[in-house]
Each structure stands twice: as structure tokens, then as C-alpha cells.
């Protein structure tokens, strides 16, 4: 048997979905989590597949980072997504724990030949990406994400 091609070792990011995302960052930074940044133009993503694409492009995301990841926050925006369906039926809390690849395309690829279905996924014009996998109900308790950042 082929061992799966290991797409949940770097880990880049946990994401929690909060309802005031103003209020958040307040209280972390009050804690000394910070400084806080907007995260890259959500319209970047030329190729998605995901509920809404209008609710996609209308949630807001900051992140910090914390030694060598991140924690984002991200504040679902209007209609039907998973960060707000999770938002109104578990409440605030983690919503997926991101992982570094060095491939999205083949990632995802990976993660489906380990019976992975995908979620919802982004990649911009040079291929950078996302790719959210179901796991929640899976056992993982939280959703998986793979990811690539763009260069520069």
C-alpha cells in the first residue's frame, strides 16, 4: 500500500470565526497577541469553488503572527457559508487548522487519494491557494485546509 503523501505536517495557521472581529483583535491585543494585518484581497481568487462565491468575497480576515504560525480571525460576511453556518450553530471557536504544501493542485490530489472529499477551495491565477477538506465529522473535529501563500 502507497503511504499518502504527507499534505498535515507544517503547520501554518489555526482560524477561529468570531462574530466582532474588531473585538477580537482588541482582546488579543490586550493579551499581546499581535500586531494584527489584513489578510490578502479575497478577489484574488480567480478559480473557486465554494457555497457563495458573494459570501466568500464579503468575509473579513486579520491575522498575527505567533513564532512560526499564525492564528486568524475571520468574521463571516452576508449569505450562506460554512465559517457562518459554523458561526451560528457551534458558535466562535476554531474552524479549520491550516497546513503548508508546497503544491496546492497536488495537495489536494493527495488528500483525495487518502478519501478526502474537498470542502470548498481558491487558487489565484499562479495556482496559490486553498483547499478545505471535510474532516469535521470525519474525526478530525475541526476542518483540514492545505494551502500555498504567493510568492513575494
Not at 52 to 71: D, E, P, W
Not at 88 to 105: L, N
Request: charged share 20%; hydrophobic share 35%.
Amino acid at each position: 500500500m502507497k503511504t499518502p503523501a504527507p499534505i498535515f505536517q507544517t503547520l501554518h495557521h489555526i482560524c477561529i470565526v468570531v462574530r466582532d472581529l474588531k473585538k477580537s483583535v482588541a482582546f488579543y491585543e490586550s493579551v499581546g497577541v499581535g500586531p494584527w494585518h489584513d489578510y490578502p484581497p479575497l478577489a484574488d481568487f480567480t478559480d473557486l469553488k465554494v457555497q457563495s462565491r458573494h459570501a466568500f468575497l464579503t468575509m473579513v480576515y486579520k491575522y498575527a503572527n505567533i513564532g512560526n504560525s499564525q492564528i486568524q480571525l475571520c468574521q463571516p460576511g452576508e449569505g450562506e457559508s460554512p465559517q457562518r453556518l459554523f458561526l451560528e450553530t457551534k458558535g466562535e471557536g476554531v474552524f479549520h487548522v491550516g497546513f503548508t504544501v508546497p503544491d496546492c493542485d497536488a495537495g489536494e490530489v493527495a488528500g483525495e487519494a487518502m478519501g478526502l472529499k474537498v470542502k470548498m477551495k481558491g487558487r489565484r491565477s499562479d495556482r496559490t491557494g486553498f483547499t478545505y477538506f471535510e474532516t469535521t465529522e470525519a474525526g478530525a473535529g475541526v476542518t483540514l485546509e492545505i494551502r500555498v501563500a504567493p510568492k513575494g
